[in-house]
């Protein structure tokens, strides 16, 4: 499977965007898909999660509220919506896709993933 990651750019504190994960070479909709970013100074975190079916996602904390992860399997693709960006926001953010995932299960782990995209860079100016 490649997952190609796109619509990261520079965005104002308080501003939107979303990313987007298109898969390709497997069966999207078998796959759990998550989103994780990576800092020099906090190393990878995970973002969101949601299962292969869409009916069961998860959230870190500090994005409940503010971001909103879907798929829309008939396009093989996952989306992040950032909404009210933070400076604390700014990282590489990263796809990623979990061929063991059940039916319900949005993994938090970033080691439960098997499938890695290469990344977009997300940067919030304050």
């Known amino acids: 499977v490649q997952l190609q990651a796109s619509g990261g750019g520079l965005v104002q504190a308080g501003g939107s965007l979303r990313l987007s994960c298109t898969a390709s070479?497997?069966?999207?909709?078998?796959?759990?898909m998550g989103w994780f970013r990576q800092t020099p100074g906090r190393g990878r975190e995970f973002v969101a999660a949601?299962?292969?079916?869409?009916?069961?996602?998860a959230y870190a904390d500090s994005m409940k509220g503010r971001f909103t992860i879907s798929r829309d399997n008939a396009k093989n693709t996952v989306y992040l919506q950032m909404n009210s960006l933070k400076a604390e926001d700014t990282a590489v953010y990263y796809c990623?896709?979990?061929?063991?995932?059940?039916?319900?299960?949005?993994?938090?782990?970033?080691?439960?993933?098997?499938?890695w995209g290469q990344g977009t860079l997300v940067t919030v100016s304050s």
């Open positions: 990623a896709a979990d061929r063991n995932g059940g039916y319900y299960v949005a993994n938090q782990l970033a080691t439960e993933y098997d499938y």
């Open positions: 070479g497997g069966t999207f909709s078998m796959y759990g």
């Open positions: 949601i299962s292969r079916s869409g009916a069961s996602i």
